[in-house]
């Protein structure tokens, strides 16, 4: 338990010099708040959460890193995403790859600088494709590797913008019966 204190504390310090708080693999279960006390003097511009057993982010998070371009919390026991994320006003990159989400988190849409969305590797079924569609700057969003159901699938596909990644789909036995 020690050296993982160590080594977030460390790793605050070496984020005070170069701006990029990286805390991943740390086997964190939140955001302690000891790093926002150690961040307070730090314009973070990137923060890697990824590799750890984070089940959600405070929504204190946004107020603290408010300056962030990039998020990565891949590979954690995300759910959801606070609203208050909406008020990255500068993030560009967000990655809740391999986690645990069955919808695209609302408050992705309403980012208003959000150009990469990768949520592959989630339980995802539905996507709002409209909200999609009028997200006001997302280029790419990779949902590759979801059980995206079929009728979404297509109407992902037709998108012209943004540009979605899926993975083609298996049709399942049922729906191969002819009748």
């Known amino acids: 338990m020690a050296n993982a204190v160590t080594r977030v504390v460390l790793r605050c310090e070496d984020a005070s010099e170069t701006g990029s708080l990286d805390l991943s693999e740390c086997q964190l279960m939140q955001v302690p708040d000891a790093v926002y006390h150690l961040m307070r003097h730090t314009a973070l511009t990137t923060c890697n959460l990824s590799g750890n057993v984070i089940t959600k982010l405070p929504p204190k998070f946004a107020v603290k890193f408010s300056l962030i371009t990039e998020l990565n919390v891949s590979h954690n026991q995300m759910s959801k995403l606070p609203d208050e994320l909406s008020e990255l006003a500068e993030l560009q990159r967000l990655d809740i790859s391999h986690n645990a989400f069955i919808s695209l988190p609302e408050v992705a849409f309403r980012m208003p600088r959000l150009a990469n969305l990768s949520a592959n590797h989630n339980r995802i079924i539905e996507v709002e494709v409209e909200r999609l569609q009028a997200a006001p700057s997302l ?17 992902l596909k037709a998108l012209e913008a943004p540009r979605v990644l899926l993975t083609d789909r298996e049709k399942e036995d049922w729906e191969d019966l002819t009748v």
Do not use: I
């Open 139 to 155: 280029v790419e969003v990779d949902l590759t590797h979801n059980p995206v159901d079929s009728q979404t699938h297509e109407a």
